[in-house]
């Protein structure tokens, strides 16, 4: 089955750097990577996804990249605000089949 | 999105006692749902996939008589945590997709579980 690797797991910035969190996947049939952004208490939010046969995509501050070959995928957020604080979780599925997370990053912006 | 919504929020019930959660999928339609537990300061980990009108998929290690799942409905799934124990103690989340909406899986509010 799919296993997602994770890493930072915590990850400490300035206000206005940019913070980058790193996945990688093992199964090469899953086609569809969400990161959620979750806060304490809360259920997950989408914040981006990215399909297979998509290399890149951005929303406004926040970027996903794919690289397939390699099976990794990066989450960028570029202007970090205090608000940016919160865990992060990358996911990797196939379709519609169970959503298999990564072990999370803990992401704290320092004014 | 698609709203899920999940009851209760909180719950504490003591030592061998059962606790029922339910799933709604308010505006669609839910053949499958998907159970996650979240341990503290941990990722969420698929507990089972409730499909409705059939048995439910339960992944590696976890007891599928402690952890009862129903999916009677379109749009209800319930999980049972059966005899609990301070163990149990965890935040339980379920999801569900909405095809017609894409790939995209919506999350309930989870359920903050402590056995005392």
């Known amino acids: 089955g799919e296993n997602v690797e994770q890493h930072p797991s915590t990850l400490s910035v300035q206000e206005g750097d940019s913070a980058v969190i790193k996945c990688t996947y093992s199964d090469s049939a899953s086609n569809y990577f969400p990161w959620y952004k979750q806060e304490l208490g809360k259920r997950p939010q989408l914040i981006i996804d990215?399909?297979?046969?998509?290399g890149e995509k951005k929303d406004q501050r926040i970027a996903v990249t794919l690289n397939k070959t390699a099976k990794h995928f990066s989450l960028h957020i570029t202007e970090t605000q205090p608000e940016d604080s919160a865990v992060y979780f990358c996911?990797?599925?196939?379709?519609?089949?169970?959503?298999?997370f990564g072990q999370g990053t803990r992401l704290t912006i320092n004014p | 999105g698609a709203v899920v919504s999940q009851h209760p929020s909180r719950v504490i019930c003591k030592s061998g006692t059962s606790v029922k959660i339910e799933c709604r999928s308010l505006?669609?339609?839910?053949?499958?749902m998907f159970w996650y537990r979240q341990f503290p300061k941990q990722s969420l980990m698929l507990m089972a996939t409730s499909n409705e009108g059939s048995k439910a998929t339960y992944e590696q290690g976890v007891e599928k008589d402690k952890f009862l799942i129903n999916h009677a409905s379109l749009t209800l799934s319930t999980l049972t945590v059966t005899s609990a124990h301070p163990e149990d103690s965890s935040f339980y989340i379920c999801?569900?997709?909405?095809?017609?909406?894409?790939?995209?899986?919506?999350f309930g509010q989870g359920t903050r579980l402590t056995v005392v």
């Open positions: 996911a990797a599925t196939q379709g519609a089949q169970k959503l298999v």
């Open positions: 505006d669609f339609q839910a053949t499958t």
């Open positions: 999801s569900a997709r909405d095809p017609p909406r894409g790939t995209e899986a919506f």
């Open positions: 990215i399909r297979s046969n998509v």
